[in-house]
């Protein structure tokens, strides 16, 4: 053990020491929170204009809404129920963007439908719930209390309005939770790839250039490559360690030191309330409306997912690592070994696939076997892991993981078997023969 | 004492040592000979623990060669490298650390073969900056920093030029009187000759000749003699009457010759005086023993099939 971790803080160095190893830890972060602030600003995407009918049958409204008329909403009421699939169909409601429903029970569930053909953008959203909520108010006063406006905004429940695309009523295409969980495996992948192409690498150049047979003098072959496969598990894992601490700290910095407007409700309303206005309003979780930043600063339970992101990250690196190290092995020299990376590679590829599968079918017989093939079970664990799990489907995404381990044993030791043989084998041509000649030694 | 009893080692269907006994004694020069492909690299991967006897047994001290042996063996193969990306200083205290030393007695080790080699100034370069002299000697002080009681070298001449031969070569002697077995596989029979107390030869996989240097010389002796003398060619021919034949003359001075001559019937440096001193004025008489290089052709020769 002592000799492989020797070996394994060698090759760690060996990574450190290289240039473009020490540049990427900082870039990396950099890059990611460049995508992250993509990510948000396109959060705020959507049209700008909108002509919206107000399905009023009770005549709650009377006809009237905001003060003044606006360039980006023109409201029109009518004064009957607008069936849902009849709004979306009918030519007579073809020149409408957006439906309000305010059936009876408004007034006492607080909880109002809008429909959109085009998905509004933040602004107008946050526009439209100010007006309809502002309306509201009034509607409420005239006709419960005799408060002023400021006396009852204190103790009044604040108004949802739920925003739903004409075509997904029921808002089944919310994937962002499950896009972070497929990031999260390609990630993974990413990261797997680069540091078992290292392994391989590494293999490589020590046979080239014959120091194996000094090293195996002093080491057993197992320990050497042992010490190879966590020395590059550390510095993958030291590389996203400080990607995951920067990009943690960076997303502070974001919020609150280096684009707080992006946050702020002036922003996300292009409104001028003050936060007492806001808290009033029940617009407190502003930021919730912008579906990336709500999904990148709530949603995501980073203690839940973090933990299993490492787990599946461990499991899913070992049962790479083998064909990583076979592939080395089987090699005689580095261009051997560049051929030799592409069945890994069409795996890797794979896995990904694996994942987009997850998220276009996640119930069906592929997604099943992908859950539990022990290449693809670390990516498709990912998004379910973060979209959220029972208790009995967490039980099964161990047990794909104890499937992960134990295969992943299987294969390092038959790679063992082949790195013993095949580390002082040194310009030889690969054949298929010579394969399970050493696999049987 | 090392004592390698009764190891083969097969490759699929190819027997590269067979049934190999021998037995080397500690602080003595052991050279390790053969041609090309003999089994030899085969036998020293099997005293490093590299691998595996197919049958047979490595006993170190009486006890069975095991892991714990690792930190008394030193070895610098034939095929050596180093991590090329590596500092010096950093490569010498990875060799050493694996070898079971502690970091810190690692450099020390280290720095003392470095200022010993007269390159401690590299000491913070990295290897692929080195010339290539200074590099062999960098692997060299690899495979015996750890200051191993046994030393596995695996031609450590080639590639060096004259000079530092001589100080490879020195280095070599003064493990021996330090009381370190080395073992010394060579091509270069002339080394064996410098330095070598005993050697093995192997051909084919088998161990064809293991004796001292001096025995295997004198058991392929051929009866011959140098003799410097001055007088009469004719009186020396007659001298040797019918016991020998004369090789080659060479006249040196004035009535001053050296011949070379052969015994026809094992007769004796006594024998040689003898017949000559009475008819000559007799310099020298020096029996011609064969150098390893004829040994080893003889040897190799006699035991190919």
Known sequence: MRNSLLIAFRELKERWDNRSFRAMLFLGPLLILSLIYLVLESGNQGVTSMKVLIADPTNLFENKIASRPSESVTYFFYDDYIEFESFKNSPKFKEFDALIELNEKVLINKKVFLFHRQEPNLQLKMKLKFEVERRMEEVMIEQFTTLGVDDFRKIKQPLNIDFRNVDDPYNQADQGIAWVGYSLGYLMIFFIAIFGTNITKSINREKTNRISEVILASVKARELMLGKIFGNLIASFLQLFIWLLLVGIGLWLLQAVIIPELFTPEHLTGVQVSDQQLKELGMQTISQENNNLDLIYHRINYLWVIPNFILFFLGTYWIFASFFTIMGAMSGDESDGQQFLIPIWILLTLTIFAGYNTLSYPESDLTQFFSFFPWTSGMVSMIKITVGVTVTEYLGILFAWLIQVLVGTIFMLLAARIFKHGILSYSHRFSVKLFFDWLKK | ?305
């Open chain 2, 1 to 305: 004492m090392i004592e390698v009893k009764g190891v083969s080692k097969f490759y699929s269907q190819k027997k590269a040592l067979d049934e190999v006994s021998l037995n080397i004694e500690a602080g003595r020069i052991f050279g390790l000979i053969g041609p090309n492909g003999a089994g030899k690299t085969t036998l020293i991967r099997i005293l490093n623990q590299i691998i595996e006897p197919s049958a047979g047994q490595v006993l170190i001290g009486g006890i069975l060669l095991n892991p714990l042996h690792v930190k008394a063996f030193g070895y610098l193969p034939e095929e050596r490298g180093l991590y090329r990306e590596m500092k010096v200083l950093d490569h010498l205290i990875f060799l050493a650390s694996i070898r079971g030393l502690y970091h810190q007695d690692a450099q020390k080790a280290a720095k003392h073969w470095l200022e010993k080699f007269e390159i401690m100034p590299w000491s913070k370069k990295r290897i692929d900056s080195l010339s290539k002299g200074m590099a062999q000697k960098i692997q060299f002080i690899g495979s015996i920093l750890h200051d191993p009681q046994v030393v596995i070298l695996d031609e450590p001449l080639s590639g060096f030029d004259p000079l530092n031969i001589q100080l490879i070569l020195n280095e070599i002697k003064a493990m021996k009187e330090g009381g370190k077995t080395i073992i010394f596989s060579t091509h270069n029979m002339n080394s064996v000759d410098e330095i070598c107390d005993e050697v093995g030869l192997i051909n084919h996989g088998k161990l064809v000749a293991h004796d001292k240097v001096s025995a295997l010389k004198t058991q392929h002796k051929t009866g011959a003699f140098k003799v410097r003398y001055k007088g009469n060619q004719i009186a020396f021919a007659n001298a040797l009457w019918t016991g020998f034949e004369l090789v080659s003359t060479e006249e040196i001075g004035d009535q001053w010759f050296q011949s070379v001559i052969r015994s026809r019937q094992g007769q004796t440096f006594n024998d040689v005086f003898s017949s000559l001193s009475p008819a000559l004025e007799l310099h020298l008489i020096e029996e011609q023993l064969p150098g390893m290089q004829d040994v080893f052709l003889k040897l190799v020769t006699d035991s190919t099939p």
